[in-house]
């Protein structure tokens, strides 16, 4: 019969706490980076969605200015901190 110390009990619990927390802290971050990403990307005004399918859509080239820009380069972040958080928890 095995003693077992009740030192390694109260270790064991608690990196089992510190790594349910750190779970829980990177699901939290993924969820709303998600979410702004998602609304980021639906902001932007590009051909107003399946008008291209139907004839509607106008192949016209123009530099983003303004709020498109901040959208577009704000949806570049935003994916790569995603991506980040996402090695970051293969760790």
């Known amino acids: ?3 077992v ?8 619990l608690h990196y089992f706490y510190i790594f349910s ?3 829980t802290i990177y699901n939290s971050i ?8 998602t609304v980021t ?6 051909g107003s969605g399946l008008s291209g399918v ?4 106008s192949n016209v080239y123009s530099t983003k200015r ?3 820009k901040i959208l577009h380069f704000g949806t570049i972040a935003l994916a790569l901190i995603f991506f980040g958080v ?3 928890r293969l760790i």
Request: cysteine-free; charged content about 15%.
């Open 86 to 88: 996402a090695l970051l």
């Open 30 to 37: 993924q969820i709303a980076l998600s979410v702004l990403l």
């Open 41 to 46: 990307i639906l902001l932007q005004q590009k």
């Open 5 to 12: 110390n009740p030192y390694d009990i109260i270790v064991a």
């Open 21 to 23: 927390v750190k779970e």
């Open 54 to 57: 139907f004839g509607g859509s």
């Open 66 to 68: 303004g709020v498109d």
């Open 1 to 3: 019969m095995t003693i």
